[in-house]
T-cell receptor
Framework: GAVVSQHPSWVICKSGTSVKIECRSL??????MFWYRQFPKQSLMLMAT?????????EQGVEKDKFLINHASLTLSTLTVTSAHPEDSSFYIC???????????FGEGSRLTVL | AQSVSQHNHHVILSEAASLELGCNYS??????LFWYVQYPGQHLQLLLK??????LVKGIKGFEAEFIKSKFSFNLRKPSVQWSDTAEYFC????????????FGAGTRLTVKP
């Protein structure tokens, strides 16, 4: 099946620093990528939808200046958590929508811990 | 935006018992429906999906789900669970023509006792 890769899988950073998470579709082109956040023992919360070459659409309550999303190509989207704080510690998951079928494939997730 | 409800937060079954997990959604338009599974320490995997056609869909590992449009439901079933089915199960709904975004239910934790 199609593969979506996230990097890094784990990241620990100091409060106030910025962290970039990459999401790549390895063997298919993705028109749309989605970024989710999963809190412990809870479901996935959609943060934003990003379409290649255009600005991301953020869900209500998600700060676009804090969670910068760039979707520069049909195989890569990045999420940058700017000036991270401990409350931003979470599990971030991306998914990519295959160009022709619309089927979603999920990355393995990135665990962010902000000290 | 659409919303998704999973009624059971935690289900505990013995091996060989039958399973049914409820999923209801609220959206009047055309939808694609999914069930995902997340085993402990692993990432999400697709169990099955419904796009169109036969409302009874079969997925991997013996799971199936039935789309009942009039009830806005897409319940997941398995006739006989195994210990290895212990995991978190998420129902998801993709609203077509509405930014195609995907919404997830809160998840149901299934524990199967050996």
């Amino acid at each position: 099946g199609a593969v979506v890769s996230q990097h890094p899988s784990w990241v620990i950073c100091k409060s106030g620093t910025s962290v970039k998470i990459e999401c790549r579709s390895l063997d298919f082109q993705a028109t749309t990528m989605f970024w989710y956040r999963q809190f412990p023992k809870q479901s996935l919360m959609l943060m934003a939808t990003s379409n290649e070459g255009s600005k991301a659409t953020y869900e209500q309550g998600v700060e676009k200046d804090k969670f910068l999303i760039n979707h520069a190509s049909l195989t890569l989207s990045t999420l940058t958590v700017t000036s991270a704080h401990p409350e931003d510690s979470s599990f971030y998951i991306c998914s990519a929508s295959m160009l022709n079928t619309g089927e979603l494939f999920f990355g393995e997730g990135s665990r962010l811990t902000v000290l | 935006a659409q919303s998704v409800s999973q009624h059971n937060h935690h289900v505990i079954l013995s091996e060989a018992a039958s399973l049914e997990l409820g999923c209801n959604y609220s959206y009047g338009g055309t939808v694609n429906l999914f069930w995902y599974v997340q085993y402990p320490g692993q990432h999400l995997q697709l169990l099955l999906k419904y796009f169109s056609g036969d409302p009874l869909v079969k997925g991997i590992k013996g799971f199936e789900a039935e789309f009942i449009k009039s009830k806005f439901s897409f319940n997941l079933r398995k006739p006989s669970v195994q210990w290895s089915d212990t995991a978190e199960y998420f129902c998801a709904v993709k609203a077509l023509y509405n930014n195609n975004d995907m919404r997830f239910g809160a998840g149901t934790r299934l524990t199967v006792k050996p």
